[in-house]
C-alpha cells in the first residue's frame, strides 16, 4: 500500500517565478492538507482540500492556491515566489471523516528560491 | 487560538537513559493533542495521539505522552533512549469537531533530540 507521495522531490525556482508541487494521497484517503516548513521551525498549515473544495485556510496569502482533483490528488501553486518562500513543503492525507485526528505526512518538495 | 510551546529546542541524553520532551499548549476547547517525530531526509511519523478518551498515551517505539489538562502539560517520556531515536520531535495540538481550529494541526517549533553513546 503507497502511502502519501510527493513530486517532485528537489526544485529550484527565481524569485518572480510559479510553481506546482503535486501530491498523492494514501489509498482510501480523501482529505489533503499542505504544510510549510522552514528551516529549523515546525510545519506550518497553508490549507486543506476536501471534495474538490478548498475547506480551511491558515495565514498565508493569496499567492498560495491549490486544488485537487477528482482521484483525490491535489496541487499546491505558489505564485510570484519570493525568497521567504523557500522551505520543505508537505502534504498530508486523511481518512474519510478523520479531519486532523489521522493525518498521514509524505516526505515533501525542497522549494529553493533564488 | 491553538498554540503549542516546545520548552527545550535541543536535548540530549545517553543511550539507555530516560528521555523527557516537554510540551505546553493552549487552546480555548478540549483538544487533541500529538506527538509526530521526524527523522532527517523523511516525512514526519505520528508517534502518539491524544484524543479525549485516557490520559496516558502509549505510542510507537515505546514513547508515551501524559496529558495534564490543569498543567496544560502534554509531555513525551521514553524510559530508555536508543541511538536510533534520535531525531526533531514535534508537540501538535488541533482543536475538536465543530471548533474553527478542527482539521489542521499546528506544530510546535521542534525539540532536537540527540542520542550519545
Known amino acids: 500500500d503507497a502511502g502519501v507521495t510527493q513530486s517532485p522531490t528537489h526544485l529550484i525556482k527565481t524569485r518572480g517565478q510559479q510553481v506546482t508541487l503535486r501530491c498523492s494521497p494514501k489509498?482510501?484517503?480523501?482529505?489533503v492538507s499542505w504544510y510549510q516548513q522552514a528551516l529549523g521551525q515546525g510545519p506550518q498549515f497553508i490549507f486543506q482540500?476536501?471534495?474538490?473544495?478548498?475547506?480551511q485556510r491558515g495565514n498565508f496569502p493569496d499567492r498560495f492556491s491549490g486544488h485537487q482533483f477528482p482521484n483525490y490528488s491535489s496541487e499546491l501553486n505558489v505564485n510570484a515566489l519570493l525568497l521567504g518562500d523557500s522551505a520543505l513543503y508537505l502534504c498530508?492525507?486523511?481518512?474519510?471523516?478523520?479531519?486532523?485526528?489521522?493525518?498521514?505526512f509524505g516526505p515533501g518538495t525542497r522549494l529553493t528560491v533564488t | 487560538a491553538q498554540s503549542v510551546t516546545q520548552l527545550d529546542s535541543h536535548v540530549s541524553v545517553s543511550e539507555g537513559t530516560p528521555v523527557l520532551l516537554r510540551c505546553n499548549y493552549s487552546?480555548?476547547?478540549?483538544?487533541?493533542l500529538f506527538w509526530y517525530v521526524q527523522h532527517p531526509n523523511k516525512g514526519l511519523q505520528l508517534l502518539l495521539k491524544?484524543?479525549?478518551?485516557?490520559?496516558l498515551v502509549k505510542g510507537i517505539n515505546g514513547f508515551e505522552a501524559e496529558f495534564k489538562k490543569s498543567e496544560t502539560s502534554f509531555h513525551l517520556t521514553k524510559p530508555s533512549a536508543h541511538m536510533s531515536d534520535a531525531a526533531e520531535y514535534f508537540c501538535?495540538?488541533?482543536?475538536?469537531?465543530?471548533?474553527?481550529?478542527?482539521?489542521?494541526?499546528?506544530f510546535g517549533a521542534g525539540t532536537r533530540l540527540a542520542v550519545h553513546p
Open positions: 498530508a492525507s486523511s481518512p474519510p471523516g478523520q479531519g486532523s485526528y489521522e493525518q498521514y
Open positions: 487552546s480555548s476547547y478540549s483538544p487533541s
Open positions: 482540500y476536501y471534495e474538490e473544495e478548498e475547506r
Open positions: 489509498s482510501g484517503h480523501d482529505t
Open positions: 491524544y484524543t479525549s478518551a485516557a490520559t
Open positions: 501538535v495540538v488541533s482543536d475538536p469537531p465543530g471548533s474553527g481550529g478542527y482539521n489542521k494541526l499546528i
